[in-house]
Structures are given as C-alpha cells and as structure tokens.
C-alpha cells in the first residue's frame, strides 16, 4: 500500500475513487503545512465495483492470496463475503470467507458482473431456529459432561448415541437414553441397566459398535505410526 505511517489519515480527510483498469483506488488530499499532498490508498473499495457474482482477488496485509465469487459486500464495515471452492473438494459445497477490507492491501477484480444478480432463496426461519436450539442443547450438554468430571470416554459414547437417539441425557455422571436405559461408568456394554427389551438390546447395540470402531481406529493408528517409524529409519 502506498499509504504512509508518516500521515495519518482525520476526520476531514475525503476520500476519491478513482479506477485504473480491474484496480480500485482510494484518493486522500492530505494538508502538510502549506503543501497538499495526494495519496493513493489502495485498499478498501465501493460497493458499485464489488458487483455481485464478480470474481476478484485480494492480498491481505499478511501476504495472504484470497480468490472467489463476490457473495456479499458492506460498503460502511469495509466487510467482503467471498464464495470459493469447497477445500473439502466436494463440488456441492463451498467455503464462505469473511474478509474485512481494512486488513487488505491489494484487491483485484478477474471478471466483472455487470447484470442484475439472482434473487436470494427463500430462508426456512422455524428451521433455522429448531437448529439453533438443537446445536445449543448439545453445546450445553457437553459443557455440564465437563464440568461433572465426565470421562472422555463416556463424551464420546453420549455423542455416538446422540447421532441415532436424540432421547438421550445426562444424569451426573451416567447416560439416560429414552429414560428406559441407563449407562453407568465405565459406559461399557455390561453398564447398560434397564427394563429387558428392544431398547435395553439397541442401546447395549450402539456400545458395543462404538469402542469396537475406537480401538480399529486405535489400531489403524498405531499400524501408521509404526510404519512412519520404519520409514524414517530407512531414509535414514
């Protein structure tokens, strides 16, 4: 950026826009004693050429390159919404980036779009909200596991039950699924207490598949970490 740390920018400062091809600039008239000085501020940008569905790029003040589709931009916050490419690599998906502009150097515009951008879908508002309460509860849930001294263990199991029963609380330490069945510590199959039935069978079910997929997982590790171990020892 070519703004310098000799001037500091006030109140009475006004700003210019002005364009050189796809970059976006930012005009100040600065007053230094009798002598104006003109400074290029290369940085945050209009909402007239942030258009939506516009692809652009930007350099953070770190050095970091951002590249993606314009989703949002709020011209008074200096706050762009970038839509890019899904890093887990599945094409129905993208990542969404927040990027506040005063953090930015240099931004660039790739394609421009000039047409009126689609209407926004509709948002299901009970929906959002019934998932906002559900993530909430389970947030809080956690949070009493912990701070009841809960073993890591027996998270782990409350959260692979909670997958499949939603009906499923804490109760200090031990684990009431459907308020049929109880899990005591250490949560193993044989500590699964209740009524003889389909539950009490499906519960002891669950248990059962859930440390048999920890210790493969264990011993998927384990298998990995030896042949790291032997892979170094030859490269070396």
Same mark, same amino acid.
């Given at each position: 950026? $070519?703004?310098?740390?000799?001037?500091?920018?006030?109140?009475?400062?006004?700003?210019?826009?002005?364009?050189?091809?796809?970059?976006?600039?930012?005009?100040?008239?600065?007053?230094?004693?009798?002598?104006?000085?003109?400074?290029?501020?290369? !940085?945050?940008?209009?909402?007239?050429?942030?258009?939506?569905?516009?692809?652009?790029?930007?350099?953070?003040?770190?050095?970091?390159?951002?590249?993606?589709?314009?989703?949002? *931009?709020?011209?008074?916050?200096? !706050?762009?919404?970038?839509?890019?490419?899904?890093?887990?690599?599945? %094409?129905?998906?993208?990542?969404?980036?927040?990027?506040?502009? /005063?953090?930015?150097?240099?931004?660039?515009?790739?394609?421009?779009?000039?047409?009126? %951008?689609? %209407?926004?879908?509709?948002?299901?508002?009970?929906?959002?909200?019934?998932?906002?309460?559900?993530?909430?509860?389970?947030?809080?849930?956690? $949070?009493?596991?912990?701070?009841?001294?809960?073993?890591?263990?027996?998270?782990?199991?409350?959260?692979?039950? /909670?997958?499949?029963?939603?009906?499923?609380?804490?109760?200090?330490?031990?684990?009431?699924?459907?308020?049929?069945?109880?899990?005591? %510590?250490?949560?193993?199959?044989?500590?699964?207490?209740?009524?003889?039935?389909?539950?009490?069978? /499906?519960?002891?079910?669950?248990?059962?598949? /859930? *440390?048999?997929?920890?210790?493969?997982?264990?011993?998927?590790?384990?298998?990995?970490?030896?042949?790291?171990?032997?892979?170094?020892?030859?490269?070396?």
């Amino acid at each position: 950026t $070519a703004l310098s740390s000799t001037f500091r920018l006030t109140s009475d400062a006004k700003p210019t826009c002005l364009r050189s091809g796809r970059r976006v600039y930012w005009v100040y008239w600065l007053s230094v004693g009798r002598a104006a000085r003109l400074l290029l501020y290369k !940085m945050a940008v209009p909402g007239e050429f942030l258009n939506i569905g516009s692809q652009v790029s930007c350099i953070t003040c770190l050095g970091q390159r951002l590249q993606g589709e314009v989703a949002a *931009f709020d011209y008074q916050s200096r !706050m762009l919404t970038l839509k890019c490419p899904s890093s887990s690599g599945k %094409p129905n998906q993208n990542d969404v980036l927040l990027i506040n502009l /005063h953090y930015v150097k240099d931004i660039e515009i790739i394609t421009e779009r000039t047409e009126t %951008p689609p %209407p926004l879908a509709s948002l299901n508002v009970n929906k959002l909200a019934s998932r906002a309460r559900t993530e909430k509860e389970e947030k809080l849930s956690q $949070a009493y596991a912990i701070s009841a001294g809960v073993s890591l263990e027996g998270q782990q199991l409350f959260q692979t039950i /909670h997958k499949t029963i939603k009906e499923c609380k804490w109760q200090e330490k031990n684990i009431i699924v459907m308020e049929e069945v109880i899990i005591t %510590p250490p949560y193993q199959a044989e500590n699964c207490k209740g009524k003889d039935g389909s539950a009490l069978s /499906h519960v002891r079910k669950i248990v059962e598949k /859930h *440390f048999r997929d920890l210790e493969n997982q264990k011993s998927v590790q384990r298998s990995q970490a030896q042949q790291t171990q032997k892979d170094t020892a030859l490269s070396s």
